[in-house]
């Protein structure tokens, strides 16, 4: 059975950093996309981030974009997001998803990941 679990998330003021985690389990994801969505309160799931398979290419969001990197450990089957520069607005509960196919563009579009995380909360306060 395929998991994803996320943690490194908490409550951290606005300037302030921290660096999520996915672990992958139950099969491995060298050769898959894998990515970063958020979602607040009362807002949609929104695309945060993602790391190709190939040459680990990366796409941000532009809300997102010289502030957070987000990077993958094929050995360890996980993937990582940095988050720098925290404001209030980044508060949402953060979500790892990972690709069944070996795309060799790294997707922004949700509905194109097959695995998801349970998601871990990220607050920031002012």
């Known amino acids: 059975q395929v998991q994803l679990v996320e943690s490194g998330g908490g409550l951290v003021q606005a300037g302030g950093s921290l660096r999520l985690s996915c672990a992958a389990s139950g099969r491995t994801f060298s050769r898959n996309t894998m990515g970063w969505f958020r979602q607040a309160p009362g807002k949609e799931r929104e695309f945060v981030g993602c790391?190709?398979?190939?040459?680990?290419?990366?796409r941000y969001a532009d809300s997102v974009k010289g502030r957070f990197t987000i990077s993958r450990d094929n050995a360890r089957n996980t993937v990582y997001l940095q988050m720098n520069s925290l404001s209030p607005e980044d508060t949402a509960v953060y979500y790892c998803?990972?690709?069944?196919?070996?795309?060799?563009?790294?997707?922004?579009?949700?509905?194109?990941?097959?695995?998801w995380g349970q998601g871990t909360q990220v607050t920031v306060s002012s």
């Open positions: 998803a990972a690709e069944a196919g070996e795309s060799p563009v790294p997707e922004t579009r949700s509905q194109k990941y097959d695995y």
């Open positions: 790391i190709s398979r190939i040459e680990a290419i990366t």
